[in-house]
């Protein structure tokens, strides 16, 4: 029934390297897809997004890639720094962008 | 900025009791947003408002109404307290008719238990 998934809960890594953060998705109708960042007691934040009619997209040091046939996109933060430990989640919508479907999300942790 | 503000932070009810949660925001958008985030769920969406004066629900609104107040207002309604109501609830608000790769502004969310 879960729309997003996210099946990594959680993920350590070592500053300075390369961190993956995967979503998988069901719905062939999605056209756009944000990745949101958490901390502790505070709301998601908005952090990076696509749309089905690419399949990278860069801001600094995130990048999100888009495998629409394979219905999976990942966030890939390089160099990771421990102030990027937190909570991503992925999320998902159709053309209307009205009614974004969320992932369970993946916590991360960099190892300093 | 104070951005989307939601009060209360914290609230206990008990059973059948009802309660409203508020939400206004101060970015001029023009769409504003429910969700629920619960332990293994994500975050699932319980009603919207695509533009002041408009609502229409969402993936779970079983159990809650919302009144869109105003443009800057969006509050949602428990009138009979459900301990599955139990939740850590956003309100979010964001541009739409701009793009919808904009994203979302939460605010910091309210923390219900229902006893």
């Known amino acids: 029934d879960q729309q997003v998934k996210q099946n990594s809960p959680s993920l350590s890594v070592q500053e300075g390297r390369i961190s993956i953060l995967n979503c998988d998705y069901t719905?062939?109708?999605?056209?756009?897809f944000l990745w949101y960042k958490k901390y502790p007691a505070e709301g998601p934040t908005f952090l990076i997004s696509?749309?089905?009619?690419?399949d990278k997209n860069e801001d600094g040091r995130f990048t999100v890639f888009l495998n629409k046939s394979a219905k999976h996109l990942s966030l890939h933060i390089v160099p990771s720094q421990p102030g990027d430990s937190a909570v991503y989640f992925c999320a998902a919508s159709a053309n209307t962008g009205n009614q974004f479907y969320f992932g369970t999300g993946t916590s991360l942790t960099v190892i300093p | 900025n104070a951005g989307v503000t939601q009060t209360p932070k914290f609230q206990v009810l008990k059973t059948g009791q009802s309660m409203t949660l508020q939400c206004a925001q101060d970015?001029?958008?023009?769409?504003m947003y429910w969700y629920r985030q619960d332990p293994g769920m994500g975050l699932r969406l319980i009603y919207y408002?695509?533009?002041?004066?408009?609502?229409d629900k969402g993936e779970v609104p079983n159990g809650y109404n919302v009144s869109r107040l105003n443009k800057r207002e969006f509050s949602l309604r428990l009138e009979s307290a459900a301990p599955s109501q139990t939740s850590v609830y956003f309100c979010?608000?964001?541009?739409?008719?701009?793009?919808?790769?904009?994203?979302?502004?939460f605010g910091s969310g309210t923390r219900l238990t229902v006893v």
């Open positions: 719905n062939s109708m999605f056209d756009y």
């Open positions: 408002s695509a533009s002041e004066g408009t609502t």
């Open positions: 979010a608000s964001s541009r739409q008719g701009v793009s919808v790769l904009v994203g979302y502004t």
């Open positions: 696509i749309s089905s009619i690419k």
């Open positions: 970015m001029n958008h023009n769409s």
